[in-house]
């Protein structure tokens, strides 16, 4: 299970930080990804950090998102730096066994979603 914290409205320029915390199996052999569904769009992926902390981010976010992991609270948390409008979208943590892949169909542990609105 994962329960997401975090969103709101911010302006333009704005950071962000999003969480989410895992329950139910071994946190530190799971890889954690970060999707985004933007409005009328489909999920898109934005981010990921594996079992061995590796990250990987989508090019739209690069230099500006950040992905850390805490093992010891099975906590996986999204920074968002330099928010701009095209960064609006409900933000979802996802859960996979060791491996990241950035297909949202590879992914059946899913948090609830959390919106994040970047206007001025």
């Known amino acids: 299970q994962l329960v997401q914290s975090g969103g709101g409205q911010v302006q333009p320029g704005d950071s962000l930080t999003l969480s989410c915390t895992f329950s139910g199996g071994t946190f530190d052999r799971y890889a954690m990804t970060w999707f985004r569904q933007a409005p009328g769009k489909g999920r898109t992926f934005v981010g990921a950090?594996?079992?061995?902390?590796?990250?990987s981010f989508a090019d739209s976010v690069k230099g500006r998102f950040t992905i850390s992991r805490d093992n010891t609270k099975a906590t996986v948390t999204l920074g968002m730096n330099n928010l701009k409008p095209e960064d609006t979208a409900v933000y979802y943590c996802?859960?996979?066994?060791?491996?990241?892949?950035?297909?949202?169909?590879?992914?059946?542990?899913w948090g609830q979603g959390a919106r994040v609105t970047v206007s001025s």
């Open positions: 996802a859960a996979r066994w060791r491996l990241v892949t950035m297909s949202e169909t590879d992914y059946f542990i």
């Open positions: 950090i594996s079992a061995n902390l590796e990250t």
